[in-house]
């Protein structure tokens, strides 16, 4: 096995169209979801959280169905607004829970569970959320002061934090993830693409972006040191960053080492293509 130094365009792995995937469902769903949360910022929200939390420590928002969007705080509170909307369903199902611990506090939308022996619950880290058979809206907006970090997950819905100054992670089913930040982040959808926008890149163990019906774009930072793993079946690869990789170039796979290489980042799509991007000197 001979390692060589490939640039953008030599790893630039161009193959077979995109496969067709099937869009219709997801369309009308997220037009359903459009028309539902129309109107929110000229809407009083029906739920409003304002606190401090330790630098370090975490605000994470937990929806259903609707999207989350974050930005930087202009001074050291965070603030959550929610508005709810629906069709058919009764938007006071819903509820909002606000449950604070050790590491931060979390906030869920919490929709009625259709078993009363396994109800929808808010908790740290997660907790059971079912939304089936109910099309009440619940769209966050929360602001996220500098060094707070952001844990957002949502079920049916995009997720979109802008101008954040601290650690993101951020998850979906049905939906896109749109982030840029000074800090880190983090981020997994299954029908979306994820744009991420990272001001660091001084992780510690794995840094991951999946999907599976979407593109995956990722800007980083100059002098990057990593060891990449990029995958898809249906689309293309490419690297602003010279990589030195060893064996052969497999139309599915690329891995290699950027720069003193060590943190394992990991781009992973089956539908889509990959792209990561370097930034401009001194962003």
């Known amino acids: ?32 979801l459009a028309d ?3 109107g929110f910022a000229a809407q009083q929200p029906h739920f409003q959280w304002q606190g401090r939390i330790e630098r370090g420590k975490t605000i994470e928002v937990r929806g259903g169905n609707g999207s989350i969007r974050a930005e930087r705080a202009s001074g050291d509170a965070v603030e959550v607004t929610a508005v709810k909307r629906a069709r058919r369903s009764d938007p006071e199902s819903v509820t909002i829970e606000v449950v604070p611990h050790g590491d931060g506090v979390t906030i869920c939308a919490v929709y ?18 079912n939304v089936r058979n109910n ?13 707070v ?10 997720i979109e934090v802008r101008d954040l100054a ?3 992670v951020l998850s979906t089913v049905n939906g896109s993830v ?80 950027i720069g003193d290489g060590g943190r394992r980042l990991r781009l992973a799509t089956v539908n889509g293509a990959i792209r990561l991007r370097r930034g401009a000197p001194g962003a």
């Open 1 to 32: 096995m001979i390692p060589y130094a490939a640039t953008g365009a030599l790893v630039a792995l161009l193959i077979a169209p995109p496969h067709p995937v099937a869009e219709t469902a997801l369309r009308q769903e997220s037009a359903a």
């Open 36 to 38: 539902a949360a129309h």
């Open 112 to 129: 009625p569970s259709r078993r009363a022996s396994s109800p929808n619950e808010c908790q740290p880290g997660g907790g059971s959320s």
């Open 135 to 147: 099309d009440v809206v619940v769209e966050f907006r929360v602001r996220v002061p500098e060094g």
């Open 149 to 158: 970090r952001l844990v957002a997950g949502s079920v049916n819905g995009e």
């Open 166 to 168: 601290s650690e993101a």
């Open 178 to 257: 749109d982030v840029s930040t000074t800090g880190l982040a983090r981020a997994s959808t299954v029908n979306g693409s994820i744009k991420a926008v990272l001001g660091r890149a001084d992780w510690t163990g794995d840094l991951e972006f999946t999907t599976v019906n979407g593109s995956i774009t990722v800007e980083m930072p100059q002098g990057l040191g990593a060891e990449l793993e990029a995958t898809t079946v249906n689309g293309h690869i490419s690297s602003d960053f010279p990589l030195t990789v060893s064996g052969r170039l497999s139309p599915r796979r690329l891995q290699g080492t």
